[in-house]
Each structure stands twice: as structure tokens, then as C-alpha cells.
């Protein structure tokens, strides 16, 4: 869409830029990182908007000239593919540690992880907010959009041969979080009480328990 903008605008003598941004609600407090594609000569010229809206310190910190038209969506693009990723990775570390009888502050252990630790991270500092407001997160809602992002990276990566496994895991798990039931699930249990002769419900396998228990 980028180029198509561009050429439509450079037919009536009006140049066209693209700028990624990332920074979320915090941007106004904190700048804005931008990924900006186009000419030279005219991100340039608004080379003075950028430098106000991105963080304070070196330019290459918080802004780059991503490449001709497109490439700074194309950056943003992939930069929240990344996220994907790295969000869910947060999330199972999260999961595993409340499912653990072991471990007994499961919001402390992620705090501590916030200074240091090589999973150090802005989006785990946000973690460690969430949990500060709701430790359990039991009034957050497990189902989850995508914004689309993750599904163009996906597809980008398949155009151009480049695995992401990470990512397309991240992407599907977002899938999984909007069926209040799994056909594919279904199926498999299908099979394997077709073969095996395997419980398909909960309760045929607590029942299943009991029994084997009484052995």
C-alpha cells in the first residue's frame, strides 16, 4: 500500500514517507521509536518531527532510516512479530511457575527477574506491572487478539523461505485462546480412543484414574 500511496501522491508532485512507530501509550512520556522508509531528500525534510517525537540521545538509538518506500512498515512489521514471540515466552514462564506447587511468589520471582537477568526487558517490567495490580491476573480474560502484524510477518517469512518457528508459534497460541473448544482437539482425542481405547472426556479419564488407583 505503500508504494501504491507513494506513486498515486508523486503523480500530483507530493512525496510520500512511511514511518513504523513503536512506543505504545508510554510513547508520549518516553519517544517514540521510528522505522522510516522513503528518500533521502524527503525524510530530510521532516527530519525535525522526527527528532521530536523519538527518545532523547543518540538519533541511531531510537530512529532509523529503514530503506526506500515500505521499508519502515516492513521493519514495524517485523518488530511486532518479534514481540509476538517474546510475549509468549513471558506468558509460558508465567504459566509454568503458577503451575509449580514449589515455587510460592511466582509476581516476586518475575520482579527479580527484571534487573540483571538476561530476560531483562521493558515488556517484562510491564509484566511485573499487570502482576502488581492482579498477582493471579484472574480478572484478565485468557482470549487474545492479533492486530494482524503477526499473521503478515508469518506470511512475509513464508514468501521470502525464512523459518519463524517462534513466531508462528506465538501467532497460532493466540489462535487457541479464541475456541471455547478445539475441533483438531477433538479429533485427536477421536483417534486415540479409536485406536487405544482412550477416555475423550474428563471425566472418563478421572474415572479412568480411580479405577487403575483401585488395581
Avoid at 499487570?130 to 482470549?143: N, R
Avoid at 512475509?156 to 483438531?184: C, D, G, H, K
Avoid at 472418563?204 to 488407583?213: G, I, T, Y
Amino acid at each position: 500500500e505503500d508504494i501504491h500511496h507513494a506513486k498515486a501522491l508523486d503523480a500530483r508532485g507530493i512525496g510520500y514517507i512511511d514511518c513504523g512507530v513503536s512506543g505504545g501509550i508510554w510513547g508520549l512520556e518516553n519517544g517514540y521509536a521510528l522505522m522510516v522508509g522513503g528518500s533521502e531528500e524527503h525524510v530530510d525534510r521532516a527530519m525535525p518531527l522526527f527528532d521530536a517525537l523519538r527518545p532523547e540521545g543518540p538519533r541511531s538509538e531510537g530512529f532509523v532510516h529503514a530503506g526506500p518506500i515500505g521499508a519502515g512498515h516492513y521493519s514495524k512489521m517485523v518488530h511486532n512479530g518479534i514481540e509476538y514471540g517474546l510475549m509468549q515466552a513471558y506468558a509460558e514462564g508465567f504459566e509454568l511457575l503458577e503451575a509449580t506447587e514449589l515455587v510460592e511468589n511466582v509476581p516476586a520471582v518475575i520482579e527479580a527477574w527484571s534487573r540483571g537477568t538476561v530476560v531483562r526487558s521493558w515488556l517484562l517490567d510491564l509484566l511485573v506491572r499487570a502482576l502488581k495490580d492482579d498477582p493471579e491476573l484472574s480478572g484478565i480474560s485468557g482470549w487474545t487478539q492479533d492486530s494482524g502484524e503477526g499473521r503478515w510477518t508469518v506470511e512475509e517469512a513464508i514468501r521470502n523461505a525464512v523459518p519463524v518457528p517462534v513466531i508462528s508459534a506465538a501467532l497460532f497460541a493466540r489462535f487457541a485462546s479464541r475456541q471455547e473448544t478445539s475441533p483438531s482437539m477433538k479429533a485427536v482425542s477421536a483417534l486415540r480412543n479409536q485406536f487405544g481405547g482412550h477416555s475423550t472426556s474428563r471425566a472418563d479419564a478421572a474415572l479412568d484414574q480411580v479405577k487403575a488407583a483401585a488395581r
